[in-house]
């Protein structure tokens, strides 16, 4: 009776704080600024299905791919043990699935129990590549400091978790086949069965005392819930919040060739009004302050900021970035990380000053993002093909450019010169427009 | 050579009420980049010989606003787009072929917004929808058993997903196709895009024209072949960086086309 309070009690707590919690990263979300990505939603719905669940991008690198997928499938599949846990954690009850599914829910937490294992691995062998074979992208300068430590958790959080999983199962095993477990009262006295935990079990907790069995089971079993909750409301504080944005973030994509930068309208307005004097363009809104371009998160639109909230830093980005390969400061994540870290900190400021932003004299542009990044980049567009997720952050950096040149008119000297010859030649050169056609006869 | 090339303009066009089927649009580095102006040449000549009915805008073109747009001056390239557009529209073209990626993104994909409608090829498209309909005859001549590596430009491959066409008009050429490790969506930038081409590139380690030409000539290939009058300067400049001017050609998928049929 008590434990089915203490778990109900922790049922609710979980939820709440990661509701609140997910319901302030979708205030900042919106932050950002209008954006239809509304459209065709069949075309939507296929890459959702073929980028986010089918996983697709990833496997372009096959060796992460595969580990990860044993992760991915693993982490779907727990969901459906899940369920009992919360059916007996509310009725009290046991393994209340197991009578009426029978031997289908042997195979099944088998089947589970095998993806355990491979998962085991895999986040060993994850581990391995972050802190011993130091892969260059994630033992990269973008993860000093909690992006490496945050990594890590995630890492070992899931092997308590895989732990707990065998604790619980393999324990029970031992209990079921001397007809001591919790289920004897409903008069189930058949042996479990279960691929991994029917040998693990005795080989582990083969010579413990009923007593002790008991209490291992129990860890396992609430270590596994609790370790359910815990993550659940780490995933808004950390990098791993991408197991539920990929969904989203892949649904919003990107419909239009890759090449196509956005059409600033307001700009558009303006031009038309200069080119043609007859020209009235539509009354702005006033409430908007004008501004071109991006100096700080609020100045892009919600899909860059939720792009910024699903990336998990993996870092194919700037791994296949011309620039950074070739040494620049420039690092596409980074751009990413930096626009989450200044969003949360955009946040952080509302929720101590009643919901209202106080002006705090940093921007993205300058003090997270410095101009030099921005310059390096040559709009490849590698970065945005390589991202399992469909991040763009391109986008973002074309966006703080505009700002750099039309509002602060700060562009390097070089393209200022090309700027000017443009203006009076119609050619980034200094050669003249009458000069054009001089090739054909030369 | 050049008094058999045929290059009417639109406005001499329009003085005999013609309307030609293209406008073949040159692009500044074709107009005035002397390297790029062969490439120019090389599309016409192909142009000439398949009987392609064309014009060009002559002293009436203008930047297309690519670079500024790239660098975050959407004024100067809204400006630059609206003027072009008008002298576009006021010949009513429908179709443009061009010889530079960035020309051909900027005009099929940025210039609808601004009420520029245009059915727009790379003119590695047109030359293979030329193969296809038999109007040229491809062989391969001076390329046959040559080692040809293909490096794609951004603005053709990712940015558009044009992978194929200038593929196959090498495969035509009887020549040997060998495929850098980073090819088609995950090729590596020549270093000119996003306005880089203007500028000295920031500080670091390398030149990214080195980089990818460091790969290009690890497959010891004959000919590094390109679709962009700005990768053609870029990987020109890493060949010359690695003194292998003499045994390596870079050259563009028109000019060698060109030179395998001695058109």
Known sequence: MISTIVFILLVIAGTAFFTINALKVKRNIYLGKDLDRKDNSSERWKIMTLVALGQKKMFSRPIPAFLHLFLYVSFIITQIELIEIFADGVIGSHRILRPSLGGFYTFMISFIEVLSVLTFFATIAFLSRRN????????SRDLIGWPKLDANLILFAEITLICFIFMMNGADEVLYSQGLSHAEKIGDTTSLGFSISGILGPILFGGLSEHALH??????????????????????????FHILLAFPNTFFSNLKPKGQFTNLESVTNEVKAMMDPSFTPPAADPNTPMRFGAKDVTDLTWKQLL????????????????????????????????????????????????????????????????AEELWACTSCNACVQECPVNIDPLSIIVEMRRFIVMEQSAAPTELNMVFTNMENNGAP???????????KNE | MSEQLVVPTMAECMA???SPEYLFWVGCAGSFDDRAKKITKAIVKILNYAKVNFAVLGTEESCTGDPAKRAG????????????????????????????????NTLKNEYPALGGNYQVVHHTQLIQELIDLGRIKIEGGSFKGKKITFHDPCYLGRANDVYEAPREILVNLDAEMAEMARNRESGLCCGAGGAQMFKEAEKGTKEINVERTEEALALNPDVIAVGCPFCNTMMTDGVKHFNKEESVKVLDVAEMVVQANNL
Request: hydrophobic share 40%; net charge positive; aromatic share 12%.
């Open chain 1, 132 to 139: 011993l074979l130091k892969v260059p992208r994630l033992a």
């Open chain 1, 215 to 240: 209490i291992i089971e129990r860890i396992g079993w609430w270590g596994h819930i609790v370790m359910v909750f815990g993550f659940l409301n780490y995933l808004a504080y950390s990098k791993h």
């Open chain 1, 307 to 370: 792009d910024a909230y699903t990336c998990t830093e993996c870092g194919r980005c700037t791994s296949s970035c011309p620039a950074n390969i070739t040494g620049k400061l420039l690092s596409p994540r980074k751009i990413m990380m930096s626009t989450r870290d200044r969003l949360v900190e955009v946040g952080k400021n509302m929720d101590a000053n009643k919901g209202e932003f106080k002006d705090d004299g940093k921007a993205l542009l300058g003090d997270y993002i410095t």
């Open chain 1, 429 to 439: 050169w200094q050669f003249s427009q009458a000069d054009r056609l001089n090739w």
């Open chain 2, 16 to 18: 005999k009420g013609e």
């Open chain 2, 73 to 104: 001056n959407e004024f100067l390239f809204q400006m630059q787009a609206m003027g072009n557009i008008a002298v576009l529209n006021g010949y009513e073209v429908k179709k443009i072929v061009t010889g530079c990626p960035h020309c051909y």
